[in-house]
């Protein structure tokens, strides 16, 4: 497998775990980011520091590359094309992670090709989002999400009603409307050169309203059969759609009245399948490494009934500096707790510095466990130390 060159576009933490898996595998895989202290550049010495929003960085690092993928869509999809018209393989396709990269054209494509989706509109900026909300057009209360260069709970913002109205973003927006959301769910669903499809168990994700992050995630969703088969048959005809190679992380709404809407999808791996690392045989990690190098995408199985992640955040009080973890020892005293640290220098309020699986046979000692690690587990900066 070593004589397979992969390149991979971001250092940070899911290129750690990607990193994590490629050894197991003995792929010949590097990274390219702006500085070696990222979580990836600890791991490994293949690694070239560069900016992957950079085309000339891009283009220097993929061009001796059999493979290209990502571990963040937020990258020059101008070099990526690039590359592919000199013959190397990007996985997912430029093509692909320019659609999905811009939340606009992202609603757009479930549009034309009749996806569910919350209803939408696109404003130029803050202005003409006002001038919609005067005119009828937008109506309170709604989601405003930044266009382009949103992750972990940033560029969205709830608007309630006009009183909210400072909050509006001064950006290329999409304008949703507000759902009347029950759950909300994930599945993550790979394909191959092959069009071989697999998935994973539909997953039920609990967020931090404050942050807008995902807190906890439950496997598999608590949800009736019907709305497994949907969720799991809307994936497969997304991925096919896009006609795309690789992973998809498909996060859905699943409303009061039991319809179930497409809320935004990430072409890579992503937090809502991370328990997949200890939970399942195969995990998405190695799933996005067997999808991009066309080897067999055989149904993860999982090994427990149940499984959860906790991610592991920065206090919402704790000044910015070099992290200290409070807690470790405790849950590694408990049968079926995982934690998985990052590496991170520095902790900032709400900053994914890791996370936390759990696995068990029983719904309840599961849940337990769960609120046992949010307890437990803190991560903030200790100016004493």
């Not at 397979?4 to 490629?22: T, Y």
């Not at 200290?324 to 049968?335: A, D, H």
Request: hydrophobic fraction near 40%; aromatic fraction near 8%.
């Amino acid at each position: 497998m070593s004589d397979i060159k992969i390149g991979v576009l971001g250092g940070g933490q899911l290129g750690r775990m990607l990193q994590q898996e490629a050894s197991a595998l003995d792929l010949n895989i590097s990274f390219l980011d702006k500085a070696k202290d990222f979580p990836t550049g600890l791991i490994t010495h293949n690694f070239v520091v560069g900016d992957f929003n950079n085309y000339d960085d891009v283009i220097r690092f993929g061009l001796d590359k059999d493979i290209v993928t990502i571990e963040i869509e937020a990258v020059n999809a101008d070099a990526l094309s690039e590359l592919e018209s000199k013959g190397v393989k990007v996985y997912p396709q430029s093509r692909v992670i320019k659609t999905i990269k811009d939340k606009g054209l992202q609603k757009q494509f479930y549009s034309d090709n009749n996806f569910p989706t919350s209803k939408y509109i696109l404003a130029v900026d803050k202005d003409d989002i006002i001038n919609k909300i005067k005119s009828g057009e937008i109506n309170y209360p709604f989601v405003q999400k930044a266009r382009t260069d949103g992750y972990d709970g940033k560029g969205v913002v709830v608007i309630k009603d006009s009183n909210a109205t400072a909050q509006i973003m001064d950006v290329p927006s999409v304008i949703e409307h507000l759902v009347d959301i029950d759950k909300e769910i994930a599945i993550i669903v790979a394909r191959n050169e092959y069009h071989q499809i697999t998935t994973f168990p539909l997953t039920e994700m609990v967020f931090d309203e404050k942050g807008n992050l995902l807190d906890y995630l439950i496997s598999p969703a608590n949800v009736i059969e019907d709305v497994i088969n949907h969720a799991t048959s809307l994936a497969h005809k997304l991925i096919t759609s896009f006609d795309m190679v690789g992973l998809l992380a498909v996060e859905l709404f699943l409303t009061k009245d039991g319809e179930i809407l497409i809320n935004e999808v990430a072409p890579r791996t992503h937090n809502s399948g991370h328990h997949t690392i200890n939970a399942n045989d195969v995990s998405q990690f190695q799933m996005q490494l067997r999808s991009i190098c066309n080897l067999t995408l055989c149904p993860p199985r999982p090994r427990s009934k149940y499984s959860a992640i906790v991610n592991v955040l920065g206090t919402y009080d704790t000044t910015v500096g070099p992290p200290f973890y409070e807690g470790i020892n405790e849950i590694l005293n408990q049968e079926g707790i995982f934690p998985h640290i990052y590496g991170k220098k520095i902790v900032k309020p709400l900053r994914k510095m890791g996370h936390v699986t759990i696995l068990s046979d029983d719904e309840v000692d599961l849940l337990e466990k769960v609120n046992f690690v949010k307890q437990t587990l803190k991560v903030y900066h200790d100016n004493a130390k």
